[in-house]
């Protein structure tokens, strides 16, 4: 049973417009909601989280908004930029372990 | 200040042969855990220590042992390797607390082939 599923595998969008990822979980008991950025051959890098207490959080070009009665949460990236394109990976944290369950990702492109 | 360091990057070995995969972090992180990625698929947990002192299963632990060594260092091993185990392998760290994002610090990975 995938506590974390990203519906979509892959995702291409145009440079400048906006990038929505989205991401859905069934276990209400997740404190910590985050998203990772991978490039080829490269470890997982962070990129942006959120609470389970809050329902959007901020970072530059990078928004994470957070929908508890949907269990669902999405990604935006705008303006979307060729860098930006890598898989993204949800994951959702318990604190008690520190444990991270992860989707299995979508691939991001963007098209100069 | 390096992160986290795996090694080696890449192994190539023979069904029934055994190896180690090393990680050490010099970020003073309490939680230190193995991932492996398959391809078209997101990261599992195979391993996790909280503190030193502690190991504990995650999602798939079968065919593995770890032991944490000290603070800095967490080592992943392979019994008899199993085509089934062929993977990348990730090793991440996280200082925990209510006041950490949960943010896992990565290694580069571990590409592991199993003939």
């Known amino acids: 049973d995938q506590q974390v599923k990203q519906n979509s595998p892959s995702l291409s969008v145009q440079e400048g417009r906006i990038s929505i990822l989205n991401c859905d979980y069934t276990?209400?008991?997740?404190?910590?909601f985050l998203w990772y950025k991978k490039y080829p051959a490269e470890g997982p890098t962070f990129l942006i989280s959120?609470?389970?207490?809050?329902d959007k959080n901020e970072d530059g070009r990078f928004t994470v908004f957070l929908n508890k009665s949907a269990k669902h949460l999405s990604l935006h990236i705008v303006p979307s930029q060729p860098g930006d394109s890598a898989v993204y990976f949800c994951?959702?944290?318990?604190?008690?372990?520190?444990?991270?369950?992860f989707g299995d990702g979508t691939t991001l492109t963007v098209k100069p | 200040n390096a992160g986290v360091t795996q090694t080696p990057k890449f192994q190539v070995l023979k069904t029934g042969q055994s190896m180690t995969l090393q990680c050490a972090q010099d970020?003073?992180?309490?939680?230190m855990y193995w991932y492996r990625q398959d391809p078209g698929m997101g990261l599992r947990l195979i391993y996790y220590?909280?503190?030193?002192?502690?190991?504990d299963k995650g999602e798939v632990p079968n065919g593995y042992n770890v032991s944490r060594l000290n603070k800095r260092e967490f080592s992943l091993r392979l019994e008899s390797a199993a085509p089934s185990q062929t993977s990348v392998y990730f090793c991440?760290?996280?200082?925990?607390?209510?006041?950490?994002?949960?943010?896992?610090?990565f290694g580069e990975g571990s590409r592991l082939t199993v003939l």
């Open positions: 994951a959702a944290l318990k604190f008690r372990g520190g444990k991270s369950t």
């Open positions: 276990n209400s008991m997740f404190d910590y």
């Open positions: 959120i609470s389970s207490i809050k």
């Open positions: 970020m003073n992180h309490n939680s």
């Open positions: 220590s909280a503190s030193e002192g502690t190991t």
């Open positions: 991440a760290s996280i200082l925990p607390g209510l006041a950490n994002t949960g943010e896992l610090f």
